[in-house]
């Protein structure tokens, strides 16, 4: 029998529990680990609460945690309840499925003002994760700033501009629903430091900024490239740019009705965030593009702001005892390789890019390389070694039938036309399962 353990219950980590046990059928044991009591990690955390089709995956996941030999191991906290060396001497395999959750740093003055937030924590919060719940971000300014052209910063840039009606359908937590309904934001800039042929949106994400009851996005159509020039794009990016296009081509007397304007503001580079005791502004230079790259031109200027988010992108959390590449962010690596024994999959491995469905070839990408190196398995303890030291150590260990009470106790506080209400703090979700 082998013994697999999976650190992180997200995308990678029940597509790698998949993998194996299409590898090896009955003769594998995988025990998924996760440090919230709820399983899911990016889907329930990361995954935008008005996007619930895109949510609509965990069902797959959930045929993966319902068969025999895959086991939800929650509220486990790897590093801390128990250590990546002990897991090794239990299991045959350990793979490092945690994902990238924290922000990646602008390193400019000013940033950890109150008012500056990371897109992890503005994110975790109108999603409900316990880390952010308590954000509570400052909406009273009439102009927000999201840096970054990708698609987190759209996210956010549309939760901003939503009414509460918009949300209807969402799984927003009804804390962020509450702070959201007290904005007096007129304006959210997302802030780009190169052009609109740089940018990471993807077409549906930007074509739904054109839907919006109380918001309409705004780009100077100066900004853009010859349309000629759209032509060596790829199809997706082409499409993508045809969106801020149609943008630029809103007429002016369109904006006299709009609550909140999505402005584009392209070739421009945060350089510091000011302000005395929480942010007032952010001072950016011009850019141009040279060779694929942001050049500064000099010019300077500030947007005064209430609100900054940083949605740059993100990195892993490290480990102790697990080899960290600071530089790229994510654990040291060989194609998912970290020590003998010891693997990682997703953006733990790879940083922070591309769809869900990527983590897909991730996962059965490991487990082959798992198969090449472990063989027949060396007669590890696995899940009843772990059994034993999670006793002795009085951990209180969320099962997946634990998780199915939690899950039917959100469903049954849903709001009108929500598919659920999230428990926000861990108590609360330990509580919930009886
Ligand atoms: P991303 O796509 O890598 O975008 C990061 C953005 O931050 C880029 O525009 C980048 O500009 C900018 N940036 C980085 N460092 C900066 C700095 N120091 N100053 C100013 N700007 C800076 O990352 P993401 O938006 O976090 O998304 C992560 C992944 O999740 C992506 O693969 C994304 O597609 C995916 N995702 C998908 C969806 C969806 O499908 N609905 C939703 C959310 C996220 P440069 O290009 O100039 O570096």
Redesign the pocket.
């Known amino acids: 029998m082998l013994h697999i353990a999976i650190i992180g219950s997200g995308p990678a980590g029940y597509y790698t529990a998949e993998a194996a046990q299409k590898q090896w059928g009955d003769d594998v044991r995988v025990d998924i680990f996760d440090m919230l009591p709820v399983p899911y990690g990016l889907i329930r955390s990361?995954?935008?609460p008005d996007?619930q089709s895109?949510k609509g995956v965990t069902r797959r996941y959930e045929t993966t945690a319902l068969s025999d030999n895959v086991r939800f191991a929650g509220n486990v906290m790897v590093g801390r309840d128990v250590t990546v060396p002990e897991l090794q001497n239990l299991y045959d395999a350990v793979v490092l499925a945690t994902g990238?959750p924290h922000d990646?740093k602008?390193?400019?003055p000013g940033e950890d003002l109150p008012g500056v937030h990371g897109?992890a924590e503005f994110v975790g919060w109108y999603n409900g994760h316990p880390q952010f719940a308590t954000l509570d971000p400052d909406l009273s300014g009439d102009t927000a700033v999201v840096?970054?052209?990708?698609?987190?910063?759209?996210?956010v840039a549309r939760i901003l501009s939503k009414t509460r009606a918009e949300f209807v359908g969402s799984d927003i937590v009804g804390h962020a629903l509450d702070v959201l309904d007290t904005s007096k934001l007129r304006r959210v800039v997302v802030?780009?430091?190169?052009g609109p042929h740089?940018?990471?949106?993807?077409p549906?994400?930007l074509g739904e900024l054109s839907h919006l009851t109380r918001a309409a996005p705004r780009v100077d159509p100066q900004d853009l490239p010859e349309v000629g020039e759209d032509a060596l794009l790829e199809p997706g990016m082409r499409k993508s740019v045809n969106h801020l296009r149609s943008f630029a081509a809103i007429p002016a007397s369109h904006y006299a009705d709009t609550e909140i304007e999505i402005e584009f503001d392209f070739f421009a580079?945060?350089r510091a965030i000011l302000g005395t005791d929480k942010v007032e502004g952010i001072e950016v230079e011009r850019t141009t593009v040279e060779a694929g790259?942001?050049v500064g031109t000099g010019e300077t200027y500030v947007i005064p702001a209430g609100l900054v988010v940083?949605?740059?992108?993100?990195q892993t959390s490290p480990i102790p005892d697990v080899p960290f590449d600071e530089r790229a962010g994510r654990f040291a690596n060989d194609e998912g390789r970290i020590l003998p024994g010891l693997y990682c999959a997703g953006?733990a491995r790879r940083g922070?890019?591309?769809?869900?469905g990527?983590n897909r070839p991730d996962g059965f990408g490991i487990i082959s390389k798992i198969a090449e190196d472990i063989g027949t398995g060396a007669g590890k303890q696995g899940r009843a070694g772990f059994d034993a030291l999670a006793q002795a150590r009085n951990l209180e260990v969320v099962t997946f039938r634990d998780w199915k009470k939690i899950e039917a106790a959100e469903e049954g506080r849903a709001r009108d036309g929500a598919p659920r209400e999230k428990f926000v703090h861990v108590d609360d979700m330990i509580a919930a399962r009886g």
């Open positions: 990361g995954v935008a996007h895109i990238a990646r602008l390193h400019l897109s840096i970054g052209m990708g698609n987190v910063a759209l996210d802030l780009g430091r190169r740089q940018i990471m949106m993807t549906k994400e580079s945060p790259r942001a940083c949605c740059i992108g993100y953006w922070p890019s591309g769809t869900i990527t």
